[in-house]
């Protein structure tokens, strides 16, 4: 039987059940790679067939592919240790305990509730997030949040002087040649998002609000891409393809864990999951409209799953229980 077999008959239910309009996915497996594409780029108003090459919106994988790369090439080049206190770059943060690698780890504690976020206008919404307090998980809990990214973002400008956007486009998305990924598609091209009625599809503009608001300066969210490009970024992180970016050492850094005992596990960055049998970790990361990835660089194997798991409505709880069958068997039959 074809190694992952089990994990390709789940991704398959993913359109067969209906839990998803469409969905393209690849399963690298060293040099080999398995991939599909099947169902539809959308349901409403009408249904249209997706094909492999169309861009995602990948929400959160943003943060991994994009402002994590930013920062791993800083830490490359000696220009950070990670152990900075971010009040070093952010004023509003002075004598604040929080340091680059809390914010990179979701250990930061920096509360993320904004009272009427999406009323407010990008600077008002910078403003907000420079101010808000840190709360005593400060250190005791990774509390995944867009907080952390987005003011890792407005770090990257202090250094850079340049949008957090348009150095993820200049630091990562070029030099790593991924052709197709982009912050600002072409609507045509892309899979479509919410529909909301009165207003239409969401296509081509970013699902989440904040990044729609704060633009180029989102450094959590925002990048569109097509399955071709993340098999691509897996291969570069797992060792199946040369990463002209990151040299082995900095990603090998990725590959442990970088918060305290007492609080779950994660890396810059990504999530971690860890090899049933032999428990080292793997990189792991989801994105808020159906995206997720895992990378295995000890066996050099990886996942990218692209789906709208938020068409026509984010309402979808099946995805993520079939979301989690889905990384149980591919674990499962990674070992």
Not at 65 to 93: A, C, M
Not at 207 to 217: G, I, N, S, V, W
Not at 292 to 303: A, E, N, S
């Given at each position: 039987m074809e190694k992952f077999y089990n994990t390709q008959v789940q991704l398959e239910k993913l359109y067969h059940d209906k839990i998803v309009p469409g969905l393209n996915f690849a399963i690298i497996n060293q040099k080999q790679v398995t991939a599909g594409t099947l169902g539809y780029s959308q349901w409403i108003p009408k249904k249209k067939q997706l094909t492999p090459l169309m861009q995602y919106d990948i929400a959160s994988l943003t943060?991994?592919?994009?402002?994590?790369?930013?920062?791993?090439?800083?830490?490359?080049?000696?220009?950070?240790?990670?152990t900075e206190p971010?009040?070093?770059?952010?004023?509003?943060f002075k004598g604040a305990p929080v340091r680059i690698q809390h914010l990179l780890t979701h250990t930061s504690g920096i509360k993320g509730y904004i009272p009427n976020r999406d009323q407010l206008s990008k600077t008002e919404l910078i403003e907000a997030i420079l101010n808000l307090p840190i709360t005593n998980e400060f250190e005791q809990k990774a509390v995944y949040s867009d907080t952390n990214f987005i003011l890792l973002g407005l770090i990257a400008e202090k250094i850079y002087n340049q949008p957090i956007q348009?150095?993820?486009?200049?630091?990562?998305?070029?030099?790593?040649?991924?052709?197709?990924?982009?912050?600002?598609?072409?609507?045509?091209?892309?899979?479509?998002?919410?529909?909301?009625?009165g207003e239409g599809l969401l296509q081509g503009i970013v699902h989440d609000p904040k990044a729609r608001t704060l633009q180029e300066r989102c450094g959590s969210s925002g990048l569109f891409a097509p399955l071709y490009d993340?098999?691509?970024?897996?291969?570069?992180?797992?060792?199946?393809?040369?990463?002209?970016?990151?040299?082995?050492?900095?990603i090998n850094l990725l590959f442990g864990n970088k918060t305290p005992k007492h609080v779950k596990s994660r890396t810059y960055g990504w999530d971690l999951?860890?090899?049933?049998?032999?428990?080292?970790?793997?990189?792991?990361?989801?994105?808020?409209?159906?995206?997720?990835?895992?990378?295995?660089?000890?066996?050099q194997t990886g996942l990218v799953v692209l789906t709208n798991r938020v068409h026509p409505s984010s309402n979808n709880q099946a995805f993520l229980t079939a979301r989690e069958l889905i990384i149980e068997t591919f674990l499962k039959e990674n070992t």
């Amino acid at each position: 039987m074809e190694k992952f077999y089990n994990t390709q008959v789940q991704l398959e239910k993913l359109y067969h059940d209906k839990i998803v309009p469409g969905l393209n996915f690849a399963i690298i497996n060293q040099k080999q790679v398995t991939a599909g594409t099947l169902g539809y780029s959308q349901w409403i108003p009408k249904k249209k067939q997706l094909t492999p090459l169309m861009q995602y919106d990948i929400a959160s994988l943003t943060k991994v592919v994009g402002t994590t790369t930013v920062f791993l090439k800083l830490y490359q080049e000696g220009r950070l240790n990670f152990t900075e206190p971010i009040g070093d770059f952010l004023d509003s943060f002075k004598g604040a305990p929080v340091r680059i690698q809390h914010l990179l780890t979701h250990t930061s504690g920096i509360k993320g509730y904004i009272p009427n976020r999406d009323q407010l206008s990008k600077t008002e919404l910078i403003e907000a997030i420079l101010n808000l307090p840190i709360t005593n998980e400060f250190e005791q809990k990774a509390v995944y949040s867009d907080t952390n990214f987005i003011l890792l973002g407005l770090i990257a400008e202090k250094i850079y002087n340049q949008p957090i956007q348009d150095l993820i486009m200049a630091e990562a998305v070029k030099p790593l040649q991924l052709n197709y990924t982009t912050f600002h598609p072409e609507k045509e091209k892309t899979v479509p998002t919410n529909y909301i009625p009165g207003e239409g599809l969401l296509q081509g503009i970013v699902h989440d609000p904040k990044a729609r608001t704060l633009q180029e300066r989102c450094g959590s969210s925002g990048l569109f891409a097509p399955l071709y490009d993340l098999t691509k970024f897996v291969k570069y992180l797992s060792g199946v393809k040369k990463n002209n970016v990151l040299d082995n050492e900095t990603i090998n850094l990725l590959f442990g864990n970088k918060t305290p005992k007492h609080v779950k596990s994660r890396t810059y960055g990504w999530d971690l999951l860890f090899d049933p049998i032999h428990h080292y970790p793997l990189l792991y990361h989801t994105g808020f409209t159906g995206t997720f990835m895992i990378i295995d660089r000890r066996k050099q194997t990886g996942l990218v799953v692209l789906t709208n798991r938020v068409h026509p409505s984010s309402n979808n709880q099946a995805f993520l229980t079939a979301r989690e069958l889905i990384i149980e068997t591919f674990l499962k039959e990674n070992t």
